[in-house]
């Protein structure tokens, strides 16, 4: 199994630029979401889905969209890329039920210019 | 405010002897608590879950135990090796129920051959 796959793994952008990290997982997993990692703050949730066609907002949603149009995909775009939106970010899966462990994706380098 | 505390130094230990890291957490009340290791540059792992109503869970070398009252959670490595060595977050969900996962800013372990 692949489990979870980020793409790109490194992507320099200037600053007002768009792109869309993609991320897939391969488990069926109901459950994905968007975190960003930065320095001395630990991993910050951004966008989450609870099923294809559900997405709700995390803890930083500003200047982020997403959608879930299939079980296995859950792309996160940049609509105008920021300096401050330079960070690692990590999808994430995970099963319905209790508990929730968390899959995790080998992270995203993003850096704007 | 809400938020999750790990401490934020970094832990050096002697190999053999026990880690013990520690998460707590005010103005939640999760229904479970997860830890997770990352290696640099790569995305976390999950570890163990414990829910509010364990007071310790264990595998293998690992435990971790829960106070709900005190509100932290003790993550312990016994008979530390420096493959141990990594970062380690602590996770909860940010209301039970939901799917919103908070995560600390980790812990860093060193051990010491």
């Known amino acids: 199994n692949a489990g979870v796959t980020q793409t790109p793994k490194f992507q320099v952008l200037k600053t007002g630029q768009s792109m869309t990290l993609q991320c897939a997982q391969d488990?069926?997993?109901?459950?994905m979401s968007w975190y960003r990692q930065d320095p001395g703050m630990g991993l910050r949730l951004i966008h989450y889905?609870?099923?294809?066609?559900?997405?709700d907002q995390g803890e930083v949603p500003n200047g982020y969209n997403v959608s879930r149009s299939t079980t296995e995909d859950f792309p996160l775009r940049l609509l105008s890329a920021a300096p401050s939106q330079t960070s690692v970010y990590f999808c994430?899966?995970?099963?319905?039920?209790?508990?929730?462990?968390?899959?995790f994706g080998e992270g995203s380098r993003l850096t704007v210019l | 405010s809400q938020k999750i505390e790990q401490n934020s130094e970094a832990l050096n230990i002697q190999e053999g002897k026990t880690a013990t890291l520690t998460c707590n957490y005010t103005n939640y009340s999760p229904a479970y608590l997860q830890w997770y290791r990352q290696d640099p540059g790569r995305g976390p792992v999950f570890l163990l879950l414990?829910?509010?109503?364990?007071k310790e869970k264990r595998k293998e070398r690992l435990k971790v135990t829960f106070d709900t009252t005190l509100k932290q959670s003790l993550f312990h490595i016994t008979a530390s090796q420096p493959a141990d060595s990594a970062t380690y977050l602590c996770a909860l969900d940010q209301a039970s129920g939901t799917y919103k996962y908070i995560f600390g800013t980790g812990t860093r372990l060193k051990v010491l051959a």
């Open positions: 488990m069926n997993h109901e459950y």
């Open positions: 994430a899966s995970s099963a319905r039920g209790l508990g929730g462990e968390l899959f």
């Open positions: 889905s609870v099923g294809a066609g559900i997405t």
């Open positions: 414990i829910r509010e109503n364990e």
